[in-house]
């Protein structure tokens, strides 16, 4: 039941994210991931302030002084000494293509600046599917990252410091004043948290005169969201 009660909640937040498609800009990308040197969180797990384990996804949620997300990378042992930067990026709505996200700064019900905060575990200490706010895992030595003027359209450069000697690096993403909730994704315009290995050639603009006219939105287990021409549809799937 209690499964049931965690997978209903994640449908209802995924039909509150506007879905009107909008002409695509990619080319004004507030970051390009390099490819090849950068690593995409290989676990996903959103908390509260609560026992509950609501388990890995595909999404950030993050609610003042409540929810929360831990972001569990893999670091190869073929990285070791070398260099990482944490980026967080959250491009405009016009600038994605196969992602969306909601976003309201500082206690308000706009898109204007708010705080976010990210803070570093211990390494080789990451979330499970387990992990429930009062389980998370012990926190790194450095002092909590705070960014008190996020706003959609930009990137920002979190964090650079040793990779380790490889294993597993994790983040936590939490809010006092804000709430995000959005579908972590890589395609052309990036948007959540990602490490990448610093020395990295940087990327050129994309060009789209040749993408296809089908785009996948988003995928879960109960569904999965394209846009085909124009058009918004949605499958029902599997549950997990």
């Keep these: 039941m209690k499964k049931f009660s965690v997978f209903s909640a994640a449908i209802v937040g995924i039909n509150a994210i506007p879905t009107t498609l909008k002409a695509r800009d990619t080319s004004a990308c507030p970051y390009y991931l390099p490819e090849g ?19 890995h996804s595909y999404f950030a949620d993050v609610s003042p002084g409540d929810c929360a997300t831990i972001f569990n990378f893999d670091i190869p042992t073929s990285r070791a000494d070398q260099q990482c930067s944490v980026y967080f990026t959250l491009p405009r709505h016009d600038q994605l293509v196969t992602s969306d996200f909601k976003w309201n700064g500082n206690n308000t019900s706009t898109e204007g600046p708010g705080t976010l905060d990210f803070i570093q575990y211990a390494y080789n200490t990451g979330a499970t599917d387990a992990t429930t706010g009062n389980t998370q895992p012990p926190f790194g030595p450095d002092v909590p990252i705070t960014y008190s003027t996020i706003q959609p359209g930009n990137a920002y450069k979190v964090w650079t410091g040793s990779c380790g000697t490889g294993g597993v690096m994790s983040w936590k993403l939490s809010s006092p004043d ?26 050129q603009a994309p060009s789209c005169g040749s993408c296809p006219s089908t785009k996948k939105f988003a995928s879960h287990a109960a569904w999965v969201e394209t846009y085909t021409d124009g058009a918004l549809t949605r499958e029902a799937g599997t549950q997990a």
């Design 37 to 55: 040197s950068y690593e995409f969180p290989h676990l996903i797990v959103p908390i509260n302030n609560s026992d509950i384990a609501i388990g």
């Design 178 to 203: 804000s709430y995000l909730y959005y579908f972590q994704d890589w395609n052309l315009c990036a948007i959540g948290l990602w490490v990448v290995y610093e020395g990295a050639a940087p990327v």
